[in-house]
Every structure is written in structure tokens, then in C-alpha cells.
């Protein structure tokens, strides 16, 4: 039996138990910081296709087999709009980077006449719902570039809230109408209005 110089002090009850809370803590923060930096990679400098697979094992997140991905943010009532109807939406639209490239707090858009991912959105929608979707750039814009503010092949992140929607006669009622009290000289616009997210 050997005896130390040193006397060795016996552990106080509980430090134990604190030393391992505190480096559990401390692994909990270093796996938080990785997840973090792969999170932040995948967003700015993975590939498109890399970025939404990621973004498609997210909680919520649903992939449709056109490869349109959505988050239910808050769920909306009723029937949903078809391509032929005309859907009444807030939108704020970005890019992978975070970068707002656009935005409307009311406007109108024939659900068909806009790019194929937002149309199947819009779609998939309820009056009232709001909902994140992620477009990917052949359901997008694809190699064209609509403007400086959007690069070509991007990935579209949008919030969307279903106002309200009608359908082609009600529209064409409504248009009837305001050409008859003297209110649309000439008829409809064609086309979306610019910034829309139109085809």
C-alpha cells in the first residue's frame, strides 16, 4: 500500500453529477454551432439540388412529385383555387441568400398565369392559409432571368397568404361591370403586373 505526499480531498456530493451536466452542455452548444455552419453552407453554397434536399427533411416540410416543396404556416378554410381561377395573395419572394426580391401586401394573379410552382401552391391552398414554399428554378424561371434582382436558375423562397379567390365568371362578371360603370377604359391589363411572379 502506497501513500501518497498529496493528500487527495474527497469529491464534494454533486460535483460529479455538475461536471457532466456541463460537458453535456458543452457538446449540446458544439453540435448546435456545427449544425449551424452545414445549415449555413447548404443555404449559400450547396447546389440548388443539394440546398432543397436538405430543406426537404425539414419538420413540415412536404415535397410534391413535382418537386414544388411547402410549409404549412398556418392552415386556411374551404375549397382550394383552381388554375382557372383568380386568387387575391400577400407574397414576399427570396433568394436562397435571404435577399427580398420582391413583395406585395394585396394583389391579384389568374392562379394560371403565374410560374407552374406558384400556380400548384396557390393551388394547394385554402382561403386564409399562409404557407412557405420553395420553388425550385424549372418550376420557376429556369435559365431566363426576369431581372437583374433575380438570377437565372435561382431557387424561389416564398410566404404567401391566400386572401381570397373567385372564379373565371366571377371575374369576368366583376370586369363586365367595371367596363360598363366606365372603370377599366380598354379592358383588363394583359399580363401579370410587373414584380408579379408571372410566367
Do not use: C, H
Amino acid at each position: 500500500m502506497s501513500v501518497t505526499t498529496v493528500p487527495i480531498r474527497p469529491i464534494k456530493k454533486g460535483s460529479l453529477t455538475k461536471l457532466w451536466i456541463g460537458l453535456a452542455l458543452v457538446l449540446i452548444v458544439g453540435a448546435a454551432l456545427a449544425y449551424a455552419g452545414t445549415q449555413n453552407a447548404v443555404e449559400t453554397g450547396a447546389t440548388n439540388e443539394q440546398f432543397l434536399a436538405n430543406n426537404g427533411d425539414e419538420d413540415g416540410v412536404v415535397t410534391t412529385d413535382s418537386g414544388l416543396q411547402y410549409k404549412v404556416l398556418k392552415p386556411g378554410e374551404g375549397p382550394s383555387p383552381t388554375a382557372t381561377d383568380t386568387a387575391l395573395v400577400k407574397y414576399e419572394g427570396k433568394l436562397r441568400d435571404g435577399s427580398v426580391f420582391d413583395a406585395n401586401e394585396q394583389t391579384p394573379m389568374p392562379v394560371g398565369g403565374v410560374v407552374p410552382g406558384f400556380s400548384e401552391a396557390l393551388q394547394l391552398m385554402q382561403k386564409g392559409g399562409e404557407y412557405r414554399i420553395w420553388i425550385p428554378s424549372e418550376l420557376g424561371y429556369g435559365e431566363q432571368s426576369p431581372g437583374p434582382e433575380l438570377p437565372a436558375n435561382s431557387v424561389l423562397i416564398f410566404d404567401v397568404t391566400l386572401l381570397d379567390f373567385i372564379s373565371a365568371e366571377q371575374m369576368q362578371a366583376l370586369q363586365q361591370q367595371m367596363q360598363q360603370q366606365g372603370g377599366m377604359p380598354g379592358g383588363p391589363p394583359s399580363g401579370p403586373p410587373p414584380g408579379m411572379p408571372g410566367q
